[in-house]
C-alpha cells in the first residue's frame, strides 16, 4: 500500500518568515494530495489540495507544488502568522484501500 | 464546525472492557471513514463504509469493528480493550465512493483512556 512520509516532524519559524513542509509518496498511482490542519482539540480541516495533473497551486498564503517524477510534494506557507500554528498533515490517496494515508505530521509554532 | 457528530467526547475505561463510539456524518454524505491516531502519531485509517456497506479496510484490530446504520450513521466497537488502544479516534465523512478525490471533514474526535 501507500507510504507517506512527512519531515520535519517539528518546525519553529518567526512571525512574518515562511515554512515549508515537505512529503514524499511510494505510490505512483497516488493521484490526490490534500494538506490539513490540525489545531489543538480539533479534528483535521482540509486547507489546500491538488491533483497529479498539477504541479502547482496557490491559496493566498499558502501553495503546495508536487513533482510526480521525484514523487514528492511540499507544502509552502508564506508571511507566518501565529494563527497558523497547528500540526499540519500531508495525504495521498491510495488506489488500492480507497482511503487517504496521512503522513505522521508536522507541528508547526509561529513565534510572534 | 464540520457539521460531522462524535460522542463520547472523552471516555475512561479499564482494561478488558468494550467500548463504542459513535459518529453522525455530515448530512447527505454517505461515506464514513474511521481514523485512529495515537499520542504524536498520524492518523491511521481504520475502516471506512458507504452507505451501510464495508468499503475499504486499514489496519483494524480484529478486536474492532464498525457498522453504518440505515440512518448513515456509524458506531465504532473496541473490545478487549489494552493500554495501547488508549487514542484519540476520529470519523470523518465526504460524499463520495471509491478513490478519494474531494474533501473529508473530520469530526472532533472521541478521546478514549484505557486504564
Known amino acids: 500500500g501507500e507510504n507517506v512520509e512527512q519531515h520535519p516532524s517539528t518546525l519553529s519559524v518567526q512571525e512574518g518568515d515562511s515554512a515549508v513542509i515537505k512529503c514524499t509518496y511510494s505510490d505512483s498511482a497516488s493521484n490526490y494530495f490534500p494538506w490539513y490542519k490540525q489545531e489543538l482539540g480539533k479534528g483535521p480541516q482540509l486547507i489546500i489540495d491538488?491533483?497529479?495533473?498539477?504541479g502547482e497551486k496557490k491559496d493566498q498564503r499558502i501553495a503546495v507544488t508536487l513533482n510526480k517524477t521525484a514523487k514528492h510534494f511540499s507544502l509552502h506557507i508564506t508571511e507566518t502568522q501565529p494563527e497558523d500554528s497547528a500540526v499540519y498533515f500531508c495525504a495521498a490517496s491510495d488506489r488500492r484501500r480507497r482511503a487517504l494515508t496521512f503522513g505522521s505530521g508536522t507541528r508547526l509554532q509561529v513565534q510572534p | 464546525d464540520s457539521g460531522v457528530t462524535q460522542t463520547p467526547k472523552h471516555l475512561i475505561t479499564a482494561t478488558g472492557q468494550r467500548v463504542t463510539l459513535r459518529c453522525s456524518p455530515r448530512s447527505g454524505d454517505l461515506s464514513v471513514y474511521w481514523y485512529q491516531q495515537s499520542l504524536d502519531q498520524g492518523l491511521q485509517f481504520l475502516i471506512q463504509y458507504y452507505n451501510g456497506e464495508e468499503r475499504a479496510k486499514g489496519n483494524i484490530l480484529e478486536r474492532f469493528s464498525a457498522q453504518q446504520f440505515p440512518d448513515l450513521h456509524s458506531e465504532l466497537n473496541l473490545s478487549s480493550l489494552e493500554l495501547g488502544d488508549s487514542a484519540l479516534y476520529f470519523c470523518a465523512s465526504s460524499g463520495g465512493v471509491g478513490e478519494i478525490t474531494g474533501e473529508l471533514f473530520f469530526g472532533e474526535g472521541s478521546r478514549l483512556t484505557v486504564l
Open positions: 491538488i491533483r497529479s495533473n498539477v
